[in-house]
């Protein structure tokens, strides 16, 4: 199985990647580990986490207050969000509409 990444949710990644590097070297590291382990979770049992809205779940990632919002496609899982968890929660949901990329 396969993930992919809405646009935006890959701008999102690689800028919360450049926040941690700098506020210590090596913890853009370690969250970016972080989230794909929840990723790869995400893939070896995509039903297992919470729905959060129709078809979308949210898997939590370890050690940092963020989580990966993605839907199961049948060939893998759509990522519509690397989502701070202590922000909007709703503001990804207009990537969920027609015209999507997804896996």
């Known amino acids: 199985m396969k993930f992919s990444f809405h646009p935006e949710a890959d701008e999102e990644f690689i800028e919360a990647i450049a926040y941690y590097e700098g506020c210590e070297i090596g913890l853009g590291l370690d969250f970016s580990r972080e989230v794909h382990a929840s990723i790869e979770n995400a893939l ?5 986490w919470p729905e959060i809205d129709d078809q979308v779940r949210r898997c939590l990632v370890h050690r940092f207050p963020y989580g990966v919002v993605y839907s199961a496609e ?7 969000a690397v989502m701070h968890l202590h922000r909007d929660p709703d503001y990804w949901r207009h990537r969920t509409g027609p015209g999507r990329t997804s896996a």
């Open 74 to 80: 049948p060939h893998g899982i759509f990522i519509l």
């Open 44 to 48: 070896d049992y995509p039903t297992m």
